[in-house]
């Protein structure tokens, strides 16, 4: 079965300061992969999804980007923080077009 | 546009009585809908979903197209189900195959 690995689980950064955060895929081969925002009470958030090395769909407009660098990682960058980018990020691993997701132990990032 | 709507933020009960999480959805195809809980200091996870017509830790949910809803029951409550219920739905057909839309949440708490 998949598990997916987030790092770092705490984060806080300057505003102005660049974001990388990292997920990786072990135990499947060409996932669809998914970035999430978590805020309290307004859900779980698509940020990005990615159906192959390279394939980056964005679904909400803002100051982050993604990219796929291999099979199975999965990168959320900022170049400068903002205030509001500030969340608990999670990172999902899909294997199929069944809409069965799983999901990393996530990042909680504060911006000060 | 795929939406989810969960109308409960909090929702509280005592041990051994009935509990219903309502979801309703907006979708102009044939939906998948899941149920994924968080547990404290767990990952998300799949607790259901409707095409598996399963019963899950004795949860069961029956999707209802007339009234588009796909409410999550259990007939006795036990303090382990305390946890955030999220709904969620996948389109079927094209790129929507990949993508979860989730509802903003309700937080279950059961009392003894």
């Known amino acids: 079965s998949q598990t997916i690995h987030q790092w770092p689980a705490t984060l806080v950064q300057p505003v102005g300061s660049p974001l990388s955060l990292e997920c990786t895929v072990e135990?499947?081969?060409?996932?669809?992969l998914y970035w999430y925002r978590q805020a309290a009470g307004r859900g779980l958030q698509l940020l990005f999804y990615?159906?192959?090395?390279?394939?980056i769909s964005s679904e909400v407009p803002q100051n982050l980007s993604a990219s796929r660098p291999q099979d199975r990682q999965f990168i959320l960058s900022s170049k400068k923080l903002l205030l509001s980018d500030s969340g608990f990020y999670l990172c999902?691993?899909?294997?199929?077009?069944?809409?069965?997701?799983?999901f990393g132990a996530g990042t909680r990032l504060s911006v000060l | 546009a795929q939406r989810v709507t969960q109308p409960e933020k909090l929702l509280s009960v005592f041990k051994g009585a009935p509990v219903e999480l309502k979801c309703n959805y907006s979708?102009?195809?044939?939906?998948?809908l899941f149920w994924y809980v968080q547990y404290s200091r767990q990952r998300l996870q799949l607790l259901l979903r409707?095409?598996s017509r399963e019963s899950i830790k004795g949860f069961t949910a029956d999707l209802n197209k007339g009234e588009t809803s796909f409410h999550l029951k259990k007939p006795f409550a036990q303090e382990e189900d305390s946890a955030m219920y999220y709904c969620?739905?996948?389109?079927?057909?094209?790129?929507?195959?990949?993508?979860?839309?989730f509802g903003k949440g309700t937080l279950l708490t059961v009392n003894p």
């Open positions: 990615s159906v192959g090395i390279g394939q």
């Open positions: 969620a739905l996948s389109g079927r057909g094209g790129g929507s195959n990949y993508k979860l839309t």
């Open positions: 135990g499947t081969s060409n996932p669809n």
């Open positions: 409707h095409i």
């Open positions: 999902a691993c899909g294997t199929g077009p069944n809409g069965v997701q799983y």
């Open positions: 979708y102009s195809g044939s939906p998948e």
